[in-house]
């Protein structure tokens, strides 16, 4: 059973950090390209960031770069998305997605991730 288990949202200050994970079980991670994906209330489940199956290429949503960096780690079938300089604006719920062209595109439950003073 293929499971994405995001992890790591929580309610933090404008100019704070956090770094989500999203750990997967039962596909082969390594094939897969990892993104993340990010929905505010009352708006359209968009993209932030996406990185390869091999981790050699990385994408940015232009409103997150230089700001997030996603990663991931194939021994341990894990992307991670570390968030910098957290804007108010970036309150959503993020989200884990595996996709490849042979197996198909997989979702996480995502995590909640609230920016407020």
């Known amino acids: 059973q293929v499971q994405l288990v995001e992890s790591g949202g929580g309610l933090v200050q404008p100019g704070g950090s956090l770094r989500l994970s999203c750990a997967a079980s039962?596909?082969?991670?390594?094939?897969?390209?990892m993104s993340w994906y990010r929905q505010a209330p009352g708006k359209e489940r968009e993209l932030v960031a996406t990185?390869?199956?091999?981790?050699?290429?990385?994408n940015y949503a232009e409103h997150v770069k230089g700001r997030f960096t996603i990663s991931r780690d194939n021994v341990k079938k894990t992307v991670y998305l570390q968030m910098n300089s957290l804007k108010p604006e970036d309150t959503a719920i993020y989200y884990c997605?595996?996709?490849?062209?042979?197996?198909?595109?997989?979702w996480g439950q995502g995590t909640q991730v609230t920016v407020s003073s």
């Open positions: 997605n595996a996709d490849s062209k042979l197996w198909g595109s997989r």
């Open positions: 039962g596909l082969t991670f390594s094939v897969y390209d």
């Open positions: 990185i390869t199956s091999a981790g050699g290429r990385t």
